[in-house]
Antibody, heavy 120, light 111 residues
Framework: QVQLVESGGSVVQPGRSLTLSCVVS????????MHWVRQAPGKGLEWVAV????????QYTDSVKGRFTISRDNSDNTLYLQMNSLTVEDTAVYYCAKIDCGRDCPPDSWGQGTLVTVSS | IVITQSPLSLPVTLGQPASISCRSSQSLVHSNGDTYFHWFQQRPGQSPRRLIHNVSNRDSGVPDRFSGSYSGTDFTLKISRVEAEDIGVYFCLQGTHWPWTFGQGTKVEIK
């Protein structure tokens, strides 16, 4: 059974850093690109970043470029999101997700999310 | 790429059809000819799940009352007969161009 379990969310002051983790099980992690998607309280979904299956390619939404870094450890089935210079606008539930979809579109999978609150 | 979703709120009657639209600011046809446009459902208190991938393909386990279509840069999700379990927020997502972008979401609620 597929499981994605995020952790690392907490309350942090503006300007500080935080690293989120997502431990995956139930599928062959190193076969899939992985994404982070966030959702501010009471708001819609915002795509944040993606990393290719081997970690060689990464893409980010404009608002986090230069501040966030996505990475993965395929030996540990873990996805990471390092977040620096956090602002109040980064307050959100962060989901890790397997949502890559090309011509062959495998089933999507999402974690339960981890809450990051940026506040002084 | 900006995705404009409408309506933002959709009161529905059980058993009646419902329709949600997303309009893209640019063509979503990939250089390989495919169009990577997807629909997600987020029930209250749950993580999202994909309903439709690549414009019109239902994901596994999705009831056939859900369908997706498009015309140019306009994409539509239709529910043929709304059931109580369909209540939630629906999002569209373009995955053709970086960065991927979601629509604003449509909250479907019972009248």
């Amino acid at each position: 059974q597929v499981q994605l379990v995020e952790s690392g969310g907490s309350v942090v002051q503006p300007g500080r850093s935080l690293t989120l983790s997502c431990v995956v099980s139930g599928f062959t992690f190193n076969n899939y690109g992985m994404h982070w998607v966030r959702q501010a309280p009471g708001k819609g979904l915002e795509w944040v970043a993606v990393i290719s299956s081997d970690g060689s390619d990464k893409q980010y939404t404009d608002s986090v470029k230069g501040r966030f870094t996505i990475s993965r450890d395929n030996s540990d089935n873990t996805l990471y999101l390092q977040m620096n210079s956090l602002t109040v606008e980064d307050t959100a539930v962060y989901y890790c997700a397997k949502i890559d979809c090309g011509r062959d579109c495998p089933p999507d999978s999402w974690g339960q999310g981890t809450l990051v609150t940026v506040s002084s | 790429i900006v995705i404009t979703q409408s309506p933002l709120s959709l009161p529905v009657t059980l058993g009646q059809p419902a329709s949600i639209s997303c309009r893209s600011s640019q063509s979503l046809v990939h250089s390989n000819g495919d169009t990577y446009f997807h629909w997600f459902q987020q029930r209250p208190g749950q993580s999202p799940r994909r309903l439709i991938h690549n414009v019109s393909n239902r994901d596994s386990g999705v009831p056939d009352r859900f369908s997706g279509s498009y015309s140019g840069t306009d994409f539509t999700l239709k529910i043929s007969r709304v059931e109580a379990e369909d209540i939630g927020v629906y999002f569209c997502l373009q995955g053709t161009h970086w960065p991927w972008t979601f629509g604003q979401g449509t909250k479907v609620e019972i009248k």
